[in-house]
């Protein structure tokens, strides 16, 4: 009976190991790949009279591939992953390592500084006020980039104020210093912080004001007992560095941690979602999503990991909470909450999120194309550059929201880029409200024809029910949103924003940048899992 084309599952002769594919062949020949799975031709035709069926499809005949063949074909693939990584520049170098505990050791002296100089202000002992600087985030977990930001949380005693000692006084100390530049306040976020560059590494600067006037002493004894007595923006900013603490507990093994972390950080980044503002995913839900990987597949590894992570939440049920403790989150109230991911804290809590039904369908459709592309594990032809292409925002839509931000100073910019992309949540809710979805890309571009500093976003439209965008209501509306505290009307009076919409021809030269597997994985995107599909996890050690 002759077999149609066979298609092999080996990935190369290359990456086999040595005696393997002939000690397999079936032809007899050694060296030979094996031919399995084949396809049977279809059966011969039913006799005269007999009632037509429709016709059957061909039958598929699979061997279990060797354990030994599928351990080795797997560790090649984490070692070409890691190498991907390398390439892309994705790990920081050793001098770029040492450059950041640099700046966070200026970071602690200047804050300490800082508290001597709060308490010389108000006549209190200055030998008994201090402070220091903790950090959390990527950093802290070991899984940052050479472009990472430093999450940094200064730490002060309680005779300094957020409002004036944190982001007049400090923020003036920190414009006097040399290495620092580009320093904006985002002051009415949930978690208040300062964003800036400190020898060029970015940083953001959040605070903790403590009940107490020795902070420094206080944080490294930290008790439950101190925790009532903080308020509620100082819990919020406390809560990173308490989940990161336990974010290393939870995980078996933390170098692995970091591989799977550094991989989702940088698949993010490539296809658009790794901007919360936007209502994509923050560091934190990508670090507890790993870690809820890791937690239950200790033994597999970087590449299992990195499959497992889109078979598990490309097929996720989004009404249950994503949560690292084995206790029912039942006395969180998820209701409303497109993506629920729980903080690994005490008393726990959900992760701030600005995810909305439009930010929600595209983080859905991409977790389902990292699925599509690697639930394979012994595809042969697989390229780990598919799955981290750039999002291909030409190729897939037509139309784009232009929003134009535009101030007479760089440092007025800054400010006021911080405050309107902190508001950006609004405006993507109110196009979803008019029947728009939207796909708003997180780079920013520079309108060169323009005289005055200025900062452009680029959203890609997704009509649903219209396609006439009333740009006029909708800047009007939107700036309402912005002035709606003293902090936006104040900063409104010399700065602007402007609404369009535009064409293809109009996006800049960095987003029309072809795809080349776009049209192909256009037709993968809608692909359902088979109950097939989830045993190709036991063959790497995931089941």
């Known amino acids: 009976m002759a077999a149609v084309a066979p298609a092999p599952w080996w990935p190369s002769p290359a990456l086999a190991p040595a005696g393997l594919l002939g000690a397999t062949s079936t032809s007899g020949n050694p060296g030979e790949p094996p ?20 016709p059957r499809g061909p039958i598929v005949l699979q061997l279990r591939p060797n354990p030994s063949f599928l351990a080795e074909v797997d560790r090649r ?11 892309e520049g994705a790990i920081p170098s050793p001098e770029e390592e040492k450059r950041r505990e640099k700046v966070i050791r200026e970071l602690k002296e200047i804050v300490m500084h800082w508290a001597k100089a709060v308490a010389r202000e108000q006549s209190v002992p200055q030998k008994l006020a201090t402070a220091t600087v903790l950090t959390y985030g990527s950093y802290t977990l070991g899984a940052h980039g050479p472009e990472s930001d430093i999450d940094a949380l200064c730490v002060g005693p309680c005779i ?28 009415c976020a949930k978690v208040p912080l300062m964003r800036f ?78 901007c919360h503002h936007l209502g994509f995913f923050a560091g934190i839900h990508l670090a507890i999503l790993a870690a809820y990987v890791c937690q239950r597949y200790p033994n597999a590894s970087v590449n299992g990991l990195f499959i497992v992570f889109f078979q598990t939440f490309a097929h996720w049920h989004w009404q249950v909470p994503v949560s690292l403790h084995d206790e029912p989150t039942t006395s969180l109230c998820s209701e409303g909450r497109l993506m629920p991911i729980v903080m690994p804290c005490t ?38 550059s598919w799955l981290f292409e750039w999002f291909p925002y030409a190729e897939k839509h037509q139309q784009f929201l232009r929003i134009a931000l535009c101030a007479p100073t760089f440092t ?22 008019a029947g728009i979805g939207c796909d708003p890309c997180p780079s920013e571009e520079i309108d060169h024809t323009v005289k ?26 939107f700036m309402r949103d912005v002035t709606n505290d003293v902090y936006g009307k104040v900063k409104c009076t010399r700065s602007d924003v402007t609404i369009s919409v535009v064409g293809l021809s109009q996006l800049p030269k960095s987003m029309r940048g072809h795809s080349f597997h776009w049209q192909y994985m256009q037709c993968m995107l809608g692909y359902q899992a088979t109950t097939e599909d989830h045993q190709s996890a036991g063959w790497l050690g995931l089941g």
């Open 35 to 54: 031919t399995l799975p084949f396809l049977l031709p279809p059966p011969p035709p039913p006799p005269a009279g007999y009632p037509l069926l429709p």
């Open 77 to 87: 693939r984490s070692c070409s992953l890691l190498q991907f990584l390398k390439n």
């Open 160 to 187: 300094a104020t957020l409002q004036y000692h944190f982001f007049v006084v400090l923020r003036q100390i920190l414009e006097g210093r040399p290495e620092v530049s580009g320093v904006q306040t985002v002051e």
């Open 197 to 274: 560059r400190f020898s060029g590494v970015s940083v953001d600067f959040t605070y903790a004001q403590l009940p107490v006037i020795d902070a420094s002493k206080a944080i490294n004894t930290f008790s439950p007992q101190l925790l009532p007595k903080i308020d509620e923006r100082s819990w919020r900013s406390l809560s990173g560095v308490r989940v990161n603490e336990q974010i290393v507990q939870l995980v078996p093994n933390a170098e692995k941690f970091q591989a799977l972390l550094r991989c989702l950080k940088l698949w993010a980044r490539r296809r658009g979602l790794h």
């Open 347 to 384: 008393p726990p809590e959900f992760c701030v999120s600005n995810v909305t039904k439009s930010t929600f369908k595209k983080i859905r459709e991409e977790l389902t194309r990292g699925y599509a592309l690697t639930k394979d594990p012994l595809r042969h032809d697989f390229e780990w």
């Open 412 to 433: 007025e910019l800054r400010d006021w880029a911080g405050w309107v992309k902190s508001r950006f949540r609004f405006l993507i809710l109110k196009m979803e409200r």
């Open 452 to 477: 005055d500093p200025n900062m452009v976003f680029y959203w890609g439209l997704i009509p649903e029910n219209i396609i006439y965008v009333d740009t006029s209501s909708l800047e009007e509306e």
